[in-house]
């Protein structure tokens, strides 16, 4: 059983699979508490309702996409191991979106690792990052993304995303980042542009 805030069929709206029909899971439970978080709802560990494997992947039913991913919330704050392994049996392609600040469970398509400066990434995450995703809200994020590059594999793919109440005022230096910084790339929540999930 794992407590879940909700589930929701959206449009990836961020990094590499961006524009993809998507089927979220978000998980109950976060202790990082980002002042810019889009879901503070999903902090505390006493609301949600508990799931089991079979019961999140009968809502599935009615949808066709391929992709699932969990986000949060914290979703490694639970041990995913057996739900990521039911849905990986029925050939879905598991996306896992995380601080990275607790163990790794479950086996995983695709990582996305988005560090917390207020409690940092496990050193065991890092290199299993498909992408690194550095959200900017004030300019000592900058450096941040620069040292958590220096963690990850080359083949990580690494996203600056501008807050989303900072995406004017920063823009210009993120413009200068990317510039002078070539293997990052710009990401912007594109469900917010089409005002979704």
Not at 25 to 34: A, H, M, N, S, V
Not at 48 to 55: L, P
Not at 106 to 120: A, C, E, M, N, R
Not at 125 to 137: Q, T
């Amino acid at each position: 059983m794992i407590p879940i805030k909700e589930t929701f069929l959206s449009i990836q709206g961020e990094g590499y699979y961006a524009g993809y029909a998507s089927f979220f899971i978000r998980t109950q439970g976060c202790d990082i508490g980002c002042h810019w978080c889009d879901e503070p709802n999903s902090w505390s560990l006493n609301k949600g309702i508990n799931k089991t494997a079979s019961e999140l992947l009968s809502e599935l039913n009615d949808f066709k996409t391929n992709i699932v991913i969990f986000t949060g919330g914290e979703p490694l704050m639970h041990d995913l191991t057996n739900v990521v392994d039911v849905f990986s049996r029925q050939g879905y392609q598991m996306h896992l979106e995380t601080s990275g600040a607790y163990k790794l469970s479950g086996k995983w398509d695709w990582i996305t690792l988005s560090p917390k400066k207020i409690k940092h990434p496990l050193p065991e995450i890092y290199p299993m990052a498909s992408e690194l995703k550095v959200v900017v809200y004030n300019h000592h994020d900058f450096e941040w993304a620069l040292d958590q590059e220096k963690k990850v594999p080359p083949s990580c793919l690494l996203y600056l995303q501008p807050e989303w109440s900072k995406l004017k005022s920063m823009q210009p230096e993120i413009i200068k980042f990317i510039s002078q910084n070539p293997r990052w790339k710009l990401s912007l929540q594109m469900h917010k542009y089409l005002n979704i999930k």
